[in-house]
């Protein structure tokens, strides 16, 4: 019952996220709206991570399966991807190689801050 439960929760913020984007008129995507919402949530100790954590901890665990689909519409395209195979090879490389940048910047700084006792946690 209790992981039907966390399913629940976590099903309604994913609906929640629905109907904002078909509210809203932004080019944002409805599960995007759903995890906003739903870190709000525990931002504001609306919901506790216990109320979702072992729901969580099951999608987390079966993630890889999840891309399976993905994988295999990438493949069924495959002829009509062929053409643009290296320029998006190309943007592929770049953005990986800028999301790993900004990512290492962004840690550097929050360990920085956090040495300079800044960083301290708001009860």
Do not use: C
């Amino acid at each position: 019952m209790k992981l039907i439960r966390q399913f629940t929760i976590i099903l309604a913020f994913s609906l929640a996220g629905e109907a904002l984007h078909a509210l809203l008129p932004l080019p944002v995507p409805a599960s995007i709206y759903g995890i906003a919402l739903l870190f709000a949530a525990l931002m504001l100790h609306l919901l506790r991570v216990e109320d979702i954590r072992a729901a969580s901890g099951f999608l987390i665990e079966i993630m890889p399966a999840l891309f399976i689909p993905a994988g295999v519409g990438l493949m069924a395209a495959f002829g009509v991807l062929r053409p643009m195979l290296v320029p998006i090879a190309v943007i592929m490389a770049v953005s990986t190689v800028v999301v790993m940048g900004v990512s290492g910047r962004v840690t550097q700084g929050v360990i920085r801050r956090e040495r300079r006792g800044e960083g301290e946690p708001h009860a």
